[in-house]
């Protein structure tokens, strides 16, 4: 518990200080600024195979966030009531850093490996709705 | 842009405080500690009514994340393809923590005036796959 509340501590300071030297570039009157790019995935895993795909799919994602300066964030979620649906919400700075993270080996790796445990794939791309205060999941002001 | 990004900084600076006043309990094995709620809601909007219900609904996130100390986040999107298609990413710190938000005054008046506005609305409970690393969305490493 308290490991776990330090690295969240850890996690946060470090995202802090990527945003000073980053930022997340959201605001389309900005002249050539490129628009973050932002998806949920979803996902039907074949039963037969979850556990082993969530395996590949917790080593793909650490991988992306902590090796592609262009991955925001990927928080992979399942469903309560259907464990074989996987929810993915990802972040990424823009299209280009979307489109580097496709050529990854870990990328490669994860999308060899589970293409015959993958019974559906949804790519939804979607739209902060209050990208004027903020980049959205960062909300926590007190 | 810039004031954007100096947002966004102190946004995650206080998270960051918050973090560490009040952790995020996720760890079931740690006697008393209750598990995070994380939650999508998938709301389809009357078109008519989008522009306002979008203005209500902002202004019900912002006050539930300054004012609740158990909303850990609520990041609201829309689908591209489908404007009228809201999905919102709620976290909150347990249970407990959702049920005031429910008996907060901004709650409550989201609701009563978004009621007409709403065409359908499905809860779905949600798990975090990698939640023993994190909590699940502060990801970024370097």
């Known amino acids: 518990m308290r490991a776990q509340k330090s690295k969240l501590t850890f996690l ?3 995202l802090t200080i990527f945003s000073f030297g980053q930022g ?3 605001d389309k009157s900005d002249s050539g600024a490129q628009e973050m790019m932002i998806r949920i995935a979803a996902i039907e895993v074949d039963s037969n ?3 082993e795909y969530l ?3 917790k080593g793909e994602t650490e991988a992306s ?3 592609e300066p262009g991955v925001v964030c990927i928080y992979p979620m399942f469903q309560k009531e259907h464990p074989t649906y996987i929810r993915l919400l ?3 700075t823009n299209k280009e850093a979307y489109e580097t993270h496709l050529t990854t080996s870990h990328f490669k790796y994860y999308k060899e490996t589970t293409l015959k445990m993958v019974k559906s794939l949804k790519l939804i791309d979607m739209e902060a709705i209050d990208a004027e205060t903020m980049p959205g999941i ?5």
């Open 12 to 14: 946060l300071m470090t």
């Open 24 to 26: 997340v570039k959201k």
């Open 49 to 51: 195979y979850l556990n």
């Open 55 to 57: 395996d590949i799919l």
């Open 65 to 67: 966030v902590k090796l």
């Open 90 to 92: 990802e972040i990424y």
């Open 138 to 142: 960062f909300t926590k002001l007190n």
